[in-house]
């Protein structure tokens, strides 16, 4: 079983800068393909972004490559999610997930944790 814990999110203004993370419960984490999705309210869960298990590789939704990034830390069992040049449109809860594959569909991820609500303001 593998826990994940978001943090980071928060109140921003548009075209300000956020850092999410997320920590990873597990000895294994650097087995897992970790991702990064949002769900906007009254919307599906979007994929945003994912990083293979040595940072060597990372899968991105087209929109967004240029504003957000993904990083990790196998060191301290942590994901990283970088957004930039954040819009109201970004307002979102934030989740992280763990899987095996590095996939753009929720399906595919084993483990998520509880989110972490980003709000940008205009």
């Known amino acids: 079983q593998v826990q994940l814990v978001e943090s980071g999110g928060g109140l921003v203004q548009a075209g300000g800068s956020l850092r999410l993370s997320c920590a990873a419960s597990t000895r294994t984490f650097s087995s897992y393909t970790m991702g990064w999705f949002r769900q906007a309210p009254g919307k599906e869960r979007e994929f945003l972004l994912a990083i293979n298990w040595s940072g060597s590789s990372t899968t991105y939704a087209g929109s967004m490559k240029g504003r957000f990034a993904i990083s990790r830390d196998n060191a301290k069992n942590t994901v990283y999610l970088q957004m930039n040049s954040l819009k109201p449109e970004d307002t979102a809860v934030y989740y992280c997930?763990?899987?095996?594959?590095?996939?753009?569909?929720?399906?595919?991820?084993?483990?998520w944790g509880q989110g972490t609500q980003v709000t940008v303001s205009s």
């Open positions: 997930a763990a899987g095996k594959v590095a996939a753009a569909t929720a399906s595919a991820y084993d483990y």
